[in-house]
C-alpha cells in the first residue's frame, strides 16, 4: 500500500521529524509513501500567488502568514537527498502539492522543469484566485453555479497541462456542503476522461471532507482512470489513515 500524500510542513528539514513520518508508515503497514510541501511554503512558487494574495485583504494577511515560514526549493531537496541516502523499510519519495493557477502554468512549468520530485501533485484551491474551502462564510453572496463550472474547468486545466501525476482530492469543492443546483456527473466523467488521457491519477483523499463520493468514485471507476491513495497528513499520527480500507475499493492503484 502506498500513501502519496504527506505534509511535512509542522515540523523543520530533520531526519528525526522525517523518521517520524516513516515509523509510522512502517506500523500502519504502508510499503510507500510521498513527503510533500504545499506550494505556498516554497519561496520559489510565491510569484504565482501574486493574482490571489491581492484578491482581498483576507488573503494577503493569509499569504504574509505563511511568507514568514517558507523554504527554498533547494532546502527541500537538500532534505530529499539526505533521507533517500539512508536505509529505510519504506519506499520514500519526495514531491510538491502545487496550488493550480492557469494564469501561471508556464512558470509553474518552468519550477519543476527539471524533474527532479517524484511525484507532482497538482490541486484546485483557487476558482479565479479566491479560496473557496477556507472558510464557508466566504460563500455568502456567491453564484455557487459559476463556482462550480470553473471548478471543473480549472481541474481539466490542470490535468491537460501535463505537469501533475496527480490530482489531488478532485472533489474538495463540495467540504462546505454546498451544491449547485445542475447535474454534476457530466463533471465528473469529463474530467475523468482527460484524466485518463492525460494519464494523471485521480486521488482518493482519507482526509475527512475531501475523498470523492461514490457517484464520481463510480465514475472514475468505469472510466477506467487510475487511482492514488493520500491521508494528506500534516502529523506523524496521521500517516496511513483510511489507506487499508479504500484499498479494498479497487485495485487500479498508481
Known amino acids: 500500500m502506498k500513501d502519496l500524500h504527506i505534509h511535512i510542513e509542522r515540523g523543520d528539514y530533520t531526519q528525526e521529524w522525517i523518521e517520524k513520518f516513516i515509523n509510522q508508515a512502517v506500523k500502519m503497514n504502508i510499503d510507500e509513501i ?49 533521507i533517500k541516502n539512508q536505509n529505510y523499510p519504506v519506499k520514500i519519495n519526495f514531491g510538491l502539492e502545487i496550488c493550480w493557477f492557469e494564469q501561471y502554468e508556464n512558470e509553474i512549468r518552468s519550477l519543476v522543469s527539471d524533474d527532479y520530485f517524484d511525484y507532482l501533485i497538482g490541486s484546485v484551491h483557487w476558482v479565479d484566485n479566491w479560496t473557496f474551502n477556507q472558510r464557508k462564510y466566504q460563500w455568502l453572496g456567491k453564484d455557487f453555479n459559476h463556482i462550480y463550472k470553473r471548478y471543473y474547468e480549472l481541474s481539466e486545466s490542470l490535468v491537460e497541462s501535463d505537469i501533475f501525476d496527480i490530482i489531488a482530492h478532485p472533489d474538495l469543492i463540495r467540504c462546505h456542503g454546498l451544491y449547485p443546483d445542475f447535474d454534476l456527473k457530466p463533471c465528473y466523467t469529463s474530467l475523468c476522461e482527460k484524466a485518463k488521457k492525460h494519464n494523471v491519477a485521480i486521488e482518493m483523499n482519507t482526509s475527512k471532507g475531501q475523498g470523492i463520493n461514490k457517484e464520481f468514485f463510480e465514475i472514475a471507476k468505469k472510466s477506467g482512470v487510475k487511482f492514488s491513495a493520500g491521508s494528506d497528513a500534516h502529523r506523524p499520527e496521521d500517516v496511513g489513515r483510511g489507506i487499508k480500507e479504500i484499498y479494498s475499493l479497487t485495485d487500479n492503484y498508481i
Open 34 to 82: 510521498n513527503l510533500l510541501e504545499h506550494s505556498i511554503r516554497i519561496k520559489e512558487f510565491h510569484p504565482v500567488f501574486k493574482d490571489a494574495r491581492e484578491y482581498n485583504l483576507y488573503q494577503k494577511k493569509w499569504f504574509k502568514g505563511k511568507e514568514k515560514s517558507a523554504r527554498s526549493i533547494d532546502e527541500l531537496k537538500t532534505l530529499a537527498e539526505k
